[in-house]
């Protein structure tokens, strides 16, 4: 069983839709929690991170953690066609010198 | 504020020939640096990661190496390169401690022919 599972998608949806990205994760030390936007031929940048059970809002955008189901979402409301992009799922354990382990990202085109 | 500089962005690069990419931090000192690769299709794959000068971890046999000859560069090597060697390289830093989120440069795509 690999350590975090995200499904590769593709996920096309019509703007405007609300998109719901997932990852599973097997290892329940895993302390912190990231989402990672990233357009093609670019790096990826840090979009949402955060610690805790529960949600976090940022605009159109949260991230929910559920550690007891080992389960991590992303919601995009009112989605538009910038935000097509491939979304990463990552998470640490405690300590800050190990390595992200990294999903492997579900591809996303919302559609105008 | 940090930033992180990459270079070069792309290349072309003959079966055999020697690599050098190289990474640079701004704004920050003591950052753990880490290079991924990304292969079209595939997930982000660690190849090394440093948490000091001269301390490099390899997550992955094959013919790379990496070197932190200062405290915010990281290098990314290969004697001979191999057509399997194509992909998009990443560099990476984060901040020692808990928390560890991670900030890329911009890529390297490499393509060996």
């Known amino acids: 069983q690999k350590e975090v599972e995200q499904d590769p998608g593709p996920l096309s949806v019509p703007e405007g839709a609300i998109v719901s990205l997932n990852c599973t994760y097997s290892?329940?030390?895993?302390?912190?929690f990231m989402w990672y936007r990233q357009y093609s031929r670019k790096g990826p940048e840090l979009l949402m991170y955060t610690y805790s059970s529960g949600n976090k809002e940022d605009g159109r955008f949260t991230a929910q953690v559920d550690k007891s189901s080992k389960y991590i979402s992303l919601f995009i409301r009112d989605s538009q066609p910038s935000d097509s992009a491939t979304y990463l799922c990552a998470m640490i354990l405690l300590s800050g010198n190990t390595p992200l382990v990294f999903g492997k990202g579900t591809r996303l085109s919302v559609i105008a | 504020s940090q930033t992180i500089h990459q270079w070069p962005a792309t290349l072309v690069q003959p079966v055999g020939s020697p690599l050098s990419l190289e990474c640079t931090v701004e704004?920050?000192?003591?950052?753990?640096l880490y290079w991924y690769r990304q292969a079209a299709g595939r997930g982000l794959q660690l190849l090394f990661y440093?948490?000091?000068?001269?301390?490099i971890s390899s997550e992955v046999p094959q013919n790379l190496s990496a070197s932190r000859p200062q405290d915010r560069q990281f290098i990314l090597s290969s004697k001979k390169l191999l057509l399997s060697d194509s992909g998009f390289y990443l560099c990476a830093w984060s901040r020692r401690g808990p928390g560890g989120e991670l900030f890329f440069g911009e890529g390297s795509r490499l393509t060996v022919l």
């Open positions: 440093s948490v000091g000068i001269g301390q």
């Open positions: 290892n329940s030390a895993f302390q912190y």
């Open positions: 704004g920050t000192s003591n950052p753990n």
